[in-house]
């Protein structure tokens, strides 16, 4: 358990739609990441947020969109949701004491199925 | 730009055979790289790094060394087990970043 903590697990939704996935990042974690793994574009990093602001930018869309909370908790959005969009969503968290060497964890995901 | 090619998978091999999966990158200045391990139905977890070239990244039987000179980061173990069938993700990470690039990713079986 890598302390990370991702709702829901599974996700079902129609195209057009708007969902919402939760990400609770291990207690004294300050960074949140955000990764989409599909089996056409592999895994990739869509954004981060470091103590409520955005700091770096992936390859997300702009239908997609994330916000971190007060209590360090993030959110991404993704609305307008298209059969392309079905994939593994992955949140991640690290300490961020800064020179890039610190580890991210990783939770278990948030499957999403867009039918 | 900054990327990371491994094998292609999948893998399969035997109990206690030597594992070699290739993974090399390109990528700006002097990344950090990384070896990382999904079993099923999980999230990713760290296996091992390194942060600097002819660095040894070593971790629960597996071992990677950072060779700038071939820009490689080949994941290597001795003597597999059933338990490390997984899919196996190679990343880097710039300096100064925090974003972690992936490679495709490589599925092991190991059969008893």
């Known amino acids: 358990d890598s302390g990370v903590t991702q709702t829901p697990k599974h996700l079902i939704t129609a195209t057009g739609q708007r969902v919402t996935l939760r990400c609770s990042p291990r207690?004294?974690?300050?960074?949140v990441y955000w990764y989409q793994q599909s089996l056409d574009q592999g895994l990739q990093f869509l954004i981060q947020?470091?103590?409520?602001?955005?700091?770096a930018k992936g390859n997300i869309l702009e239908r997609f969109s994330a916000q971190q909370f007060p209590d360090l908790h993030s959110e991404l959005n993704l609305s307008s949701l298209e059969l392309g969009d079905s994939a593994l969503y992955f949140c991640?968290?690290?300490?961020?004491?800064?020179?890039?060497?610190?580890?991210?964890?990783f939770g278990p995901g948030t499957r999403l199925t867009v039918t | 730009g900054n990327s990371v090619t491994q094998m292609e998978g999948p893998v399969t091999l035997s109990e206690e055979a030597f594992l070699t999966i290739n993974c090399t990158y390109t990528?700006?200045?002097?990344?950090?790289l990384f070896w990382y391990v999904q079993y099923p139905g999980e999230g990713l977890q760290l296996l091992l790094k390194?942060?600097?070239?002819?660095d040894k990244g070593s971790n629960k039987g597996f071992e990677a060394t950072y060779r700038k000179e071939t820009t490689s980061f080949h994941l290597e173990k001795g003597s597999v087990q059933v338990s490390d069938s997984a899919v196996y993700f190679c990343?880097?990470?710039?300096?100064?970043?925090?974003?972690?690039?992936f490679g495709q990713g490589t599925r092991l079986t190991i059969n008893p």
């Open positions: 390194a942060t600097k070239a002819d």
């Open positions: 947020y470091y103590n409520g602001e955005e700091r």
């Open positions: 991640a968290s690290s300490v961020d004491v800064g020179g890039g060497v610190d580890e991210q964890y």
């Open positions: 990343a880097l990470r710039l300096q100064g970043a925090q974003k972690l690039v």
């Open positions: 990528a700006t200045g002097y990344p950090s």
């Open positions: 207690s004294g974690d300050l960074s």
